[in-house]
């Protein structure tokens, strides 16, 4: 499953590597990455071993916004 969220606070590499590295923990998760240029993140992940929500609350454990 693949999916784009829009992540409002991040403009750093600083911000880029807390999100992919936090996220890319999870179980499940093959691939996330960050596009700072439109506050972005895409995640590919498998369903059966995480959910949608269980990523939006990595990202918000960060101190950024999911909306």
Do not use: P, R, W
């Not at 700072?36 to 960060?62: A, G, P, R």
């Amino acid at each position: 499953m693949k999916e784009t969220l829009k992540v409002q606070g991040m403009s750093c590499n600083h911000c880029v590597n807390s999100i992919e590295g936090n996220v890319g923990q999870l179980a499940g998760v093959s691939s996330v990455k960050v596009d700072l240029n439109n506050d972005e993140v895409t995640v590919e992940f498998d369903n059966q071993q995480t959910t949608l929500d269980q990523i939006k609350e990595t990202i918000e454990e960060q101190g950024y916004d999911v909306v």
